[in-house]
């Protein structure tokens, strides 16, 4: 017998298992942690991901797996579309999570979180603009979500073309802001303890009353607030606590 069949005869065969010996088993990371968001992208199955996007329903179903059950869903706010806003739904939705990750920590408690999106045609591809309340819905959800599970630089509900394309609207004279983008304002200058007039004044220009403010002006500090609310931006540091008596001073 030569050498060759003599080492392949006393050579040990082991049974291929079709598990790679060399991969590690994916063990969950700390929550938050610098390893975090890519265990958690690798928890979404195919149809809950949109070009890579984790979509509101694959949302719900990750955070109760790896963070905790959903205990309430609520519309804590809704202003429809109307004339005046140009047909822009806003709705407002808080979360309630019973957190029983271990290393999330607030483990063993109710944390609850709210979040807000706004829908129109200008933002929002066909046929969704067409309900722009329920579309709204889903897309704060998702946002609150997305918060829960500490995800980064994803969207899913936000992707369209409309976002993105030029405007096909005719030329209308900029409007005064409007009650309803006054209550967001409001709304979410609370939240953060932010004060509102403070902010206001935050630009280029001094407002004496938020009245002064113009319609498209005030969608910018709205979409401002929002990046401060996502952590995508600081408060301003001349910004003061929010005062619940800001309209009467």
């Given at each position: 017998m030569s050498e060759e069949e003599e080492i392949l005869d006393n050579a040990v065969i082991e049974e291929d298992t079709g598990v790679d010996v060399n991969t590690q088993t994916d063990t969950p990371p700390a929550y938050g942690s610098e390893r975090w968001h890519e265990y958690v992208m690798r928890q979404f199955m195919d149809d809950e991901l949109v070009d890579g996007n984790p979509t509101c329903d694959g949302c719900r179903r990750?955070?109760?797996?790896l963070v905790g059950p959903i205990m309430e869903s609520h519309i804590l706010e809704v202003h429809p579309p109307t004339s005046t806003n140009f047909g822009t739904a806003t709705v407002v939705?808080?979360?309630?999570i019973y957190v029983d990750n271990q290393t999330h920590p607030l483990c063993g408690c109710n944390v609850v979180i709210q979040e807000v999106a706004d829908v129109n045609k200008e933002n929002t591809d066909q046929p969704y603009h067409r309900y722009p309340s329920a579309t709204a819905a889903t897309r704060a959800e998702g946002r609150a979500l997305r918060k829960l599970l500490r995800l980064r630089n994803v969207v899913a509900e936000e992707v369209s073309k409309a976002a993105t394309e030029e405007s096909e609207t005719e030329?209308?004279?900029?409007?005064?802001i409007t009650d309803n983008q006054i209550n967001v304002i409001d709304m979410m200058a609370a939240r953060m303890d932010i004060n509102v007039m403070d902010f206001v004044n935050s630009g280029r220009r001094v407002y004496q009353n938020i009245n002064e403010v113009r319609h498209t002006t005030a969608q910018r500090m709205i979409q401002e607030l929002n990046r401060i609310q996502q952590q995508k931006k600081s408060k301003p540091g001349c910004v003061g606590k929010y005062n619940p008596n800001w309209r009467s001073n």
């Open positions: 990750v955070v109760e797996l939705v808080g979360l309630t030329w209308v004279p900029d409007e005064p």
